[in-house]
């Protein structure tokens, strides 16, 4: 396609599910990354892929977030054991690498935990 | 540690007014800087970029930023707004292909 993908655009979730958030790149962006936007706030890193590698992973918020991008392409954002302080919107960003490093951003997923 | 600052949470401008938003950025090496804006409900989407040279950069929408290194700012500045220049403004740093660090933003609101 020709930008960034996410899906679900929103998803709602009852305390304590898990949910997995999908990240589509645009085709041939090297680096992907996830931030997560609370209401009213500025985006937030939470992690980043070069290829498949997790190559930083500090901004994970806790051990219940979990990222991977197995074939180095599209990624998933998991959060398992889903808290209300875990309702924002998750955005993914990708960028060639071997270029210019400006980030394309896709639309976002909206969580919300009830 | 780096960070950046929006000193302004939310700007008003006449339609046709002239527009700056302000951005002061604390980073360690030499900073690409960035703007986005955002729309309600949607992603962010890049207006300009700044990575070395010419310090004062033109972007989409007849947006454009200029760099101060003295001031480690970069303002972006509007000579006339649109009403559909209404949106959420970020300004970011970075250094090569590493994660963005944002400003909260500044909302942006246009009256007739």
């Known amino acids: 396609g020709a930008g960034v993908s996410q899906s679900p655009r929103y998803k709602v979730a009852k305390r304590g599910q898990d949910v997995a958030l999908r990240c589509d790149p645009i085709?041939?962006?090297?680096?992907l990354f996830w931030y997560q936007q609370a209401l009213g706030q500025g985006p937030e890193f939470l992690t980043y892929?070069?290829?498949?590698?997790?190559?930083?992973k500090s901004g994970l918020p806790s051990d219940r977030f979990f990222a991977e991008r197995p074939e180095g392409s599209v990624s998933t954002l998991k959060i398992q054991r889903t808290q209300q302080e875990d309702s924002a919107v998750y955005l993914c960003?990708?960028?060639?690498?071997?270029?210019?490093?400006?980030?394309?951003f896709g639309p976002g997923t909206r969580l919300t935990v009830t | 540690a780096q960070s950046v600052t929006q000193p302004d949470i939310h700007i008003t401008v006449s339609e046709g007014a002239s527009l700056e938003l302000r951005c002061n950025y604390s980073?360690?090496?030499?900073?690409?800087l960035f703007w986005y804006v955002q729309s309600p409900g949607q992603g962010l989407q890049l207006l300009l970029k700044?990575?070395?040279?010419?310090?004062l950069v033109q972007g989409i929408k007849g947006f454009e930023a200029e760099f101060k290194r003295s001031q480690s700012s970069f303002n972006l500045r509007k000579p006339s707004v649109h009403w559909s220049d209404a949106a959420e403004y970020f300004c970011?740093?970075?250094?090569?292909?590493?994660?963005?660090?944002f400003g909260k933003g500044t909302r942006l609101s246009v009256i007739a």
């Open positions: 960003a990708s960028s060639f690498h071997y270029g210019t490093p400006e980030q394309y």
């Open positions: 085709s041939g962006h090297v680096s």
């Open positions: 892929f070069q290829n498949e590698a997790q190559l930083d």
């Open positions: 980073y360690g090496a030499t900073p690409y």
């Open positions: 700044y990575f070395s040279g010419d310090t």
């Open positions: 970011a740093v970075g250094a090569g292909n590493t994660p963005l660090v």
